[in-house]
């Protein structure tokens, strides 16, 4: 991230392509994750729109026996990768997916602005990560975009998906499935991360693995850039990493790298409350309206018996996606975040970090309130107001012109 829209370039860009979503469910797919309203200036996020009939979305395919998959075993050496390819779905239904669906224009009726945002722009979705990090760098600016829309990706936020994209090319390829169903589009989610699991326990590397998991009373859904098993054979926690690109030959300002921190404090707390075995999938397929029995379309159910894990069901996929997590540890305490130069790819460092679970779980909450129309927007604190220099709603925005002394304070302390 950078500090200013043109000097940064965030990997959530990846969560706004409306067409396309790298392996696993993008939700983005608006483009999965990850997006505009991430990173330094969310001004330069994208405009999300709605998905298309004719939009795809990525899967990686790492092909493994049904019988390694169906033992429920911890050994990696239980599993053979056999083929790795991503699959997209192609004339499915134009709805947008989840992770960080953009449709945000503001098309509620009157009689509906009592309702929370949660309740108005994320129902039927769930919350993405992109969300939580985009309310902590600044809720008012968050409001403006769930009102008004996100603007347009400048160079820089694309420059920066295309290098996401180029990293996931690395270790997958892509396949187009057609989809019939909303059940189509969830199973081929579902078998992105059930293949990037396989891919990590088999190779020690994956990209671009989807998540979906019910975190502090919400449904929530993100994508890691990567995830690798360590090489020691006494730890066997996978780290999670990100890879954040950047205009300026400099690492970023501090309230970047906290909000870098927050992302990825994310994806671990998701990641071990699923390890933990905990996905209600009866919530799941109520809160999205989805039918566990619809039997999948002809495509996605081949693919899927190619693949390893032969499914008739949506059911069947959830069921393979819980059993995939019983072979997963928790992740690793300590997280990784890599700052490159866009210019030439170059490393311009690497921070890495503990996990703070309860500064997390505080920071999640504080945004929730918000969410759930607990409370007003607040506006971030005086010592970070150079965001608003960046920021496409300055000029609708009622901190503007108030007396630094005179705003209200934004929960931003620092990790």
Same mark, same amino acid.
Request: one cysteine or more; proline letters at 5%.
């Given at each position: 991230?950078?500090?200013?829209?043109?000097?940064?370039?965030?990997?959530?860009?990846?969560?706004?392509?409306?067409?396309?979503?790298?392996?696993?469910?993008?939700?983005? +797919?608006?483009?999965?994750?990850?997006?505009?309203?991430?990173?330094?200036?969310?001004?330069?996020?994208?405009?999300?729109?709605?998905l298309?009939?004719?939009?795809?979305?990525?899967?990686?395919?790492?092909?493994?026996?049904?019988?390694?998959?169906?033992?429920?075993?911890?050994?990696?050496?239980?599993?053979?990768?056999?083929?790795?390819?991503?699959?997209s779905d192609?004339?499915?239904?134009?709805?947008?997916?989840?992770?960080?669906?953009?449709?945000?224009?503001?098309?509620?009726?009157?009689?509906?602005?009592?309702?929370?945002?949660l309740?108005r722009?994320?129902?039927?979705?769930?919350?993405?990560?992109?969300?939580?990090?985009?309310?902590?760098?600044?809720e008012?600016?968050?409001?403006?975009?769930?009102?008004?829309?996100?603007?347009?990706?400048?160079?820089?936020?694309?420059?920066?998906?295309a290098?996401?994209?180029?990293?996931?090319?690395?270790?997958?390829?892509?396949?187009?499935?057609?989809?019939?169903?909303?059940?189509d589009?969830?199973?081929?989610?579902?078998?992105?991360?059930?293949?990037?699991?396989?891919?990590?326990?088999?190779?020690?590397?994956?990209?671009?693995?989807?998540?979906?998991?019910? +975190?502090?009373?919400?449904?929530?859904?993100?994508?890691?850039?990567?995830?690798?098993?360590?090489?020691?054979?006494?730890?066997?926690?996978?780290?999670?990493?990100?890879?954040?690109?950047?205009?300026?030959?400099?690492?970023?300002?501090?309230?970047?790298?906290?909000?870098?921190r927050?992302?990825?404090?994310?994806?671990?707390?998701?990641?071990?409350?699923?390890?933990?075995?905990?996905?209600?999938?009866?919530?799941?397929?109520?809160?999205?309206?989805?039918?566990?029995?619809?039997?999948?379309?002809?495509?996605?159910?081949?693919n899927?018996?190619?693949a390893?894990?032969?499914?008739?069901?949506?059911?069947? +996929?959830?069921?393979?996606?819980?059993?995939?997590?019983?072979?997963?540890?928790?992740?690793?305490?300590?997280?990784?975040?890599?700052?490159?130069?866009?210019?030439?790819?170059?490393?311009?460092g690497?921070?890495?970090?503990?996990?703070?679970?309860?500064?997390?779980?505080?920071?999640?909450?504080?945004c929730?309130?918000?969410?759930?129309?607990?409370?007003?927007?607040?506006?971030?604190?005086?010592?970070?107001?150079?965001?608003?220099?960046?920021?496409?709603?300055?000029?609708?925005?009622?901190? +503007?012109?108030?007396?630094?002394s005179?705003?209200?304070?934004?929960?931003?302390?620092?990790?």
């Amino acid at each position: 991230m950078s500090e200013s829209p043109a000097d940064e370039s965030t990997q959530d860009v990846k969560d706004d392509t409306p067409t396309q979503i790298p392996l696993e469910f993008e939700v983005e +797919i608006v483009s999965e994750e990850e997006m505009a309203l991430i990173d330094a200036a969310l001004a330069t996020a994208t405009r999300c729109s709605q998905l298309s009939s004719s939009s795809a979305i990525a899967v990686t395919s790492c092909f493994a026996s049904s019988q390694l998959l169906q033992r429920n075993v911890r050994s990696i050496q239980s599993i053979t990768l056999l083929a790795k390819r991503s699959l997209s779905d192609i004339g499915g239904p134009g709805d947008p997916d989840i992770e960080d669906s953009g449709h945000f224009a503001m098309t509620q009726k009157k009689n509906r602005v009592t309702k929370s945002f949660l309740e108005r722009y994320r129902k039927n979705r769930g919350l993405s990560v992109t969300d939580i990090t985009g309310t902590e760098w600044c809720e008012k600016q968050m409001e403006f975009v769930l009102r008004f829309g996100r603007p347009r990706a400048n160079k820089a936020m694309k420059v920066g998906h295309a290098r996401h994209v180029k990293l996931e090319e690395e270790v997958n390829t892509r396949v187009k499935v057609p989809v019939q169903s909303f059940e189509d589009r969830w199973a081929i989610k579902f078998m992105n991360f059930i293949n990037g699991a396989n891919q990590l326990l088999s190779e020690g590397l994956t990209r671009e693995l989807p998540l979906f998991g019910f +975190i502090e009373g919400v449904w929530m859904v993100g994508v890691i850039d990567e995830i690798r098993m360590p090489v020691k054979e006494t730890d066997r926690n996978p780290m999670i990493v990100d890879v954040k690109t950047r205009v300026l030959e400099t690492l970023p300002a501090e309230s970047q790298r906290r909000n870098g921190r927050l992302q990825m404090m994310c994806y671990k707390y998701m990641w071990d409350n699923l390890s933990a075995g905990n996905f209600p999938s009866r919530q799941f397929f109520d809160f999205f309206s989805l039918n566990p029995y619809h039997v999948l379309s002809e495509e996605v159910r081949e693919n899927t018996a190619e693949a390893g894990y032969p499914a008739k069901t949506l059911d069947d +996929i959830v069921r393979f996606y819980m059993n995939s997590w019983d072979m997963l540890p928790p992740a690793h305490n300590q997280l990784l975040l890599r700052y490159e130069f866009q210019k030439d790819q170059s490393l311009l460092g690497e921070v890495e970090f503990a996990y703070d679970h309860d500064w997390l779980k505080s920071r999640i909450q504080g945004c929730l309130e918000f969410w759930k129309g607990e409370r007003e927007a607040s506006y971030i604190p005086d010592e970070e107001r150079w965001k608003c220099k960046y920021c496409q709603f300055i000029s609708v925005c009622p901190a +503007i012109g108030k007396p630094e002394s005179s705003r209200s304070p934004s929960k931003t302390d620092q990790f």
